[in-house]
């Protein structure tokens, strides 16, 4: 039925295996077969399991399911990808001090026949640390990664319309830069861009971008929703609706005309309680994938983080793909915060915000070395730490 199904064994010696029970029909996670999962008690009496979702092109993404587990199945509450990138192949354990920890496969990007001819072939991400709430699973570059960072340094300017900064680090092929951004929303008129470029050439025929696109609506009834997604958590309220009501726009309006409300969560039908429901949010959650769920932001801008890595090599044979995913701009300054690390043709990106986003680009230029800061029809303030990697 190409349904991913986890399926639960158990050995009292690991030699002789017994089957014990199916831990997890996935039909709700879409069709494929669930890769070399693995699984972990979070400490609160839930459990987490995590692997790789192979579709029918051979794709995968690192999946995560959070749950509770009676009778040998697992009963999922919520889910959602550790990478929405190129990132595959997660291999999760457990350190000494109980933290969750993955290191990931990055495809290299080059025709086989090149792979072939260099001798090798893909890439280890670095540690990532995994860490659990009520709904989400947080992916962060692991503390580890601070062992082989080189004396920081600051950059504080601020960029309108089309203007851009570069930034002078010692190693422009291996370096972490920490973001810290205050969008203006203010200074744009339907939209705007800011963002970072790496591994730059001079006549920027090269280049990665790492950047976000904000969009502001014209009313709050015309605020964009996406289909499959749930926003867990920061609930003002859940509001039954049915017959004329049991509809997105309903649920939409209901959040413009609440006071404090900020996102709204449709769902055609409430596990455990039955009929549609309007869940009205205080903030912006995470979103996360989950069927019969449909859900929107209301509070006037929706804000798409992109790595763009189309125009990364000029060889006509890399893959050179682009990942979007739509993530919150909390507070009133509109703040967005990005954790960006890049080593040769390794780019990793964590966002204070939603799944991490990795990329192996091939650039073919030794002259693509710059990292310039970038803002086009908007005014933005840039806060950034920069570390040169050892």
């Known amino acids: 039925s190409n349904t991913p199904l986890a399926l639960l064994y158990t050995s009292p010696d690991l030699v002789t295996w017994h089957f014990t029970s199916v831990l997890l029909n996935g039909e709700k996670l879409g069709a494929g077969t669930l890769a070399h999962p693995a699984y972990f008690a979070t400490g609160d009496g839930r459990m987490l399991l995590v692997g790789d979702l192979l579709d029918a092109t051979s794709l995968s993404a690192g999946l995560w399911v959070l749950g509770t587990e009676t009778g040998g199945v697992l009963s999922a509450s919520a889910s959602g990808l550790l990478d929405v990138g190129s990132a595959r ?70 960029l309108a319309d ?8 010692p190693n422009a092929l291996q370096f972490r830069l920490q973001l810290r951004v205050a969008v203006d929303s203010g200074s744009m008129g339907a939209s705007g861009k800011v963002g970072v470029a790496v591994l730059q050439s001079p006549d920027a025929r090269e280049q990665t971008l790492l950047q976000l696109e ?83 932001i209301v509070n006037g801008l929706t804000a798409n983080l992109t790595v763009d890595a189309s125009h990364s090599s000029l060889d006509p044979n890399v893959a050179k793909p682009t990942f979007t995913q739509t993530v919150a701009l909390p507070g009133a300054s509109k703040d967005w915060q990005v954790d960006l690390l890049v080593d040769q043709g390794l780019v990793e990106v964590f966002p204070s915000s939603g799944s991490a986003v990795s990329v192996s680009v091939f650039p073919t230029l030794s002259t693509s070395q710059a990292i310039v800061l970038f803002v086009s029809n908007m005014t933005a303030s840039f806060d950034v730490t920069a570390y040169p990697m050892n």
């Open 214 to 296: 904000v969009t502001t609506h014209a009313s709050c009834d015309s605020s964009p929703a996406t289909a499959g997604m749930d926003r867990p958590g920061m609930d003002i309220k859940g509001v039954p609706v049915s017959g004329s009501h049991a509809n997105l726009d309903y649920c939409r309006s209901l959040c413009c005309n609440t006071s404090g409300c900020q996102a709204f969560v449709f769902v055609t039908y409430q596990p455990g309680v039955g009929g549609a429901y309007c869940w009205l949010k205080d903030g912006i959650p995470a979103a996360v994938p989950q069927e019969n769920c449909t859900s929107g």
């Open 162 to 169: 089309q203007d851009t900064y570069a930034l002078q680090v």
């Open 89 to 158: 192949a997660p291999a999760v354990y457990q350190d000494d001090l109980g933290q969750l920890l993955a290191l990931a496969l990055l495809p290299d990007p080059r025709s086989v026949a090149e792979q072939q001819a260099a001798s090798f072939s893909s890439a280890i991400t670095v540690p990532r640390l995994l860490t659990v709430g009520s709904h989400t699973v947080a992916v962060a570059a692991a503390d580890a990664v601070s062992l082989v960072q080189g004396p920081p340094l600051h950059y504080l300017t601020t």
